[in-house]
């Protein structure tokens, strides 16, 4: 299992920027895809970008051109820079492998973009 530990969440104007962190246990940390998911009040939990091992990257449509995720595999932590954000992008921010494992959801960090 990956224990995941979430920060940086926070309140933010639209149109500015945050930056999370997910710093996650294991030692096999480095041989994992890792993503970040997010989950907006009433609505389900969906996928917003993830990292191969070898740091191949993928977003979904709406992240893309304004989200980076990133990692450093000596750190065991994981990043999502997140630019020109929107009102919609208000929600709870997750970390966990690709795909996630049922056991390692963290405590997420709240995101609130004020339009």
């Known amino acids: 299992q990956v224990r995941p530990v979430e920060s940086g969440g926070g309140l933010v104007q639209a149109g500015g920027s945050l930056r999370l962190s997910c710093v996650a246990s294991?030692?096999?940390?480095?041989?994992?895809?890792m993503a970040w998911y997010r989950q907006a009040p009433g609505k389900q939990r969906e996928l917003v970008a993830t990292i191969t091992s070898g740091g191949r990257t993928n977003y979904r449509d709406s992240a893309k051109g304004r989200f980076v995720i990133s990692r450093d595999n000596a750190e065991n932590t994981v990043y999502l820079q997140m630019n020109s954000l929107k009102p919609e992008d208000t929600a709870v921010y997750y970390c966990?492998?690709?795909?996630?494992?049922?056991?390692?959801w963290g405590q997420g960090t709240q995101v609130t973009v004020s339009s």
């Open positions: 294991g030692s096999f940390f480095s041989t994992i895809a």
């Open positions: 966990n492998t690709a795909p996630a494992l049922t056991g390692s």
